[in-house]
């Protein structure tokens, strides 16, 4: 009662950070929740989304795409086909690579995007711009915006969420989920499902000296320093985020908790997932597809249980910052080993979260955006990798009233756009889901340091070929 009190109190004092849209919201909305899927390291399309028949007609030759081409940390080899083979799919007939057969079955449901165009083929940069709308730090996270324009249907969980990948963050960390300038209060939740401990500082460490009562005297404590700081640092959000911090972790307690317990879970939605039997335990010393298929699937089934629980936007991430070995999709030396069992794991997973949503009735209003930093080459990198390739990639949608199909293509070689006047930019992707969400992309400002800042900064076009 008494953080009921002290939120209404700051909500009246204007402390808060009050969301920027009122209901109604700009439009009627066709969907009222996001889930970003994102392939870290870069996947290429070439090799998954994108056929390219003129790749194993010249497999092996030299590539020449009639310009000189500077690549990020190689110069150009052969013209390199995929090393798997494409198959139509669905009645539609779309061309997929084996590596991505498990999408086959939904395939009718997605809506690709082929002439996706970045600014950089810098993993660091390029992440952020797919994030956050801006290629530099100091930007909301796309999640942010989305909470701060709609604000929460359950107070007892947060309404962002991030589901990283096990092996740690991808580049940039918490920025890809950052609020920047917005209130603190939006910005993304992380959750590690599996983990022992899967909400980090959620619940004391065992001791023999804290107890129920000396916890709740503590968190007490902590809240009213936080509140005397907070009168005196009037409208400082990084206060209010804090004292709401501790409210949300006492509600998530039990709320997050039931979310991410699996075990009354029906076998045959858990074998849908693809969950191992020996769960989260399951041998992960190499890459493997079993490995792959368990993480991966055991965060889509997560982020099910938290989107029928009114989370309004989750990220779930594919792969890692770099390391060695390598744990992600920037596929340098050896395209077959890296992509393999990341992406018949990412495509089991996504395949069970579209089917699960649609079977629950959630797939009309919920958006599956799939994204990536920028794609790969169509030439080879010594033998077996793909260097960088931020001039053509691939995203798709499904779910929140879009319409199937394909959007926009590529060239022969999957190199660039096939039409330079056509071509699709993230502003693009978030003004649309903008839209879908009731939100008019250029409404959605917030001045900070003089300027009205929006996610879609000063682009961004409805993608209105692809609205049902």
Request: a negative charge.
């Amino acid at each position: 009662m008494g953080g009921m009190a002290l939120g209404s109190l700051f909500s009246r004092d204007g402390l808060l950070g009050a969301p920027a849209i009122v209901q109604p919201l700009h439009h009627k909305p066709r969907a009222k929740r996001v889930v970003q899927l994102f392939m870290a390291g870069a996947a290429s399309h070439v090799d998954t989304f994108d056929y390219k028949p003129l790749l194993e007609k010249k497999d092996g030759q030299p590539w020449d795409p009639g310009e000189q081409v500077e690549l990020f940390q190689s110069r150009p080899g052969a013209t390199f086909a995929s090393p798997w083979t494409f198959n139509p799919y669905g009645r539609s007939e779309k061309m997929m690579s084996d590596i991505v057969a498990p999408l086959g079955e939904v395939v009718d449901d997605l809506a690709f995007i082929h002439n996706m165009v970045g600014k950089t083929g810098v993993h660091s940069q390029a992440t952020l711009l797919q994030t956050t709308g801006f290629n530099f730090p100091g930007f909301p996270s796309a999640g942010s915006w989305v909470s701060y324009a709609l604000g929460s249907e359950n107070d007892d969980l947060p309404t962002f969420v991030v589901l990283p990948d096990h092996r740690g963050f991808a580049s940039n960390g918490a920025k890809n989920w950052g609020t920047a300038f917005l209130p603190a209060l939006h910005q993304g939740t992380v959750i590690r499902p599996g983990n022992e401990n899967p909400i980090a500082d959620l619940h004391p460490p065992d001791s023999n000296f804290i107890t129920p009562n000396s916890d709740k005297a503590g968190l007490d404590l902590l809240n009213r320093l936080n509140a005397s700081l907070a009168a005196e640092r009037d409208g400082d959000n990084r206060l209010t985020a804090r004292v709401r911090a501790y409210e949300l972790a006492g509600a998530m307690q039990l709320s997050a908790t039931d979310a991410l317990d699996l075990t009354n879970e029906p076998q045959y939605i858990k074998d849908m997932y693809g969950l191992a039997p020996e769960g989260p335990g399951v041998d992960d010393s190499v890459m493997n597809v079993k490995a792959e298929t368990e993480f991966f699937g055991r965060k889509c089934l997560v982020a099910r249980r938290l989107l029928e629980r009114g989370v309004r936007f989750i990220q779930i991430w594919s792969g890692n910052d770099n390391g060695f070995p390598r744990r992600n999709w920037d596929s340098h030396e050896n395209l077959k080993r890296d992509h393999e069992p990341l992406s018949l794991g990412m495509a089991h997973g996504s395949t069970a979260l579209i089917q699960d949503l649609k079977q629950r009735g959630m797939l009309d209003d919920t958006i599956i955006l799939w994204t990536t930093e920028f794609g790969r080459m169509p030439c080879s990198q010594g033998s077996s990798g793909r260097d960088h390739n931020p001039f053509a990639f691939t995203n798709w949608m499904c779910g929140g009233g879009l319409k199937p199909g394909t959007y926009g293509e590529s060239d022969e070689w999957g190199f660039k756009p096939k039409d330079p006047g056509n071509l699709t930019t993230v502003y693009d992707i978030h003004a649309t889901i903008l839209h879908q969400l009731g939100i008019d992309h250029k409404k959605l400002t917030v001045r900070h340091n003089g300027i009205d800042r929006r996610l879609t900064d000063v682009h961004g076009r409805i993608l209105n070929a692809m609205i049902g």
